[in-house]
């Protein structure tokens, strides 16, 4: 079920959307190795390339937890408020 959710998101158009400094985005794989989950909340703090951006993950506190470089198809941009049609 899982694994049906995240293909569907990827191929969504809110996934497809271009990424902008300061994002919120989701992680849509896990990291034990940074120990951040599937869904884990960050920011877009840098832009690295065309489909590479530097995300940063903080704890309730706002003190950073890990700060990793991550591909466009890892991340979903959060949404706020509807778009206009």
Do not use: C
Not at 62 to 77: E, M, N, W
């Amino acid at each position: 079920m899982l694994n049906l959710l995240l293909f569907q998101l990827k191929n969504s158009r809110i996934m497809n959307q271009g990424i902008r400094l300061f994002d919120t985005v989701a992680l849509l794989k896990a990291m034990p190795g940074k120990n951040l989950r599937i869904g884990q909340v960050g920011a877009v703090v840098e832009i690295l390339g065309d489909d590479n951006f530097e995300i940063e993950f903080t704890d309730k506190q706002g003190r950073t937890i890990a700060l990793v470089p991550l591909k466009r198809t890892d991340l979903l941009v959060l949404q706020y408020e509807m778009e206009a049609k």
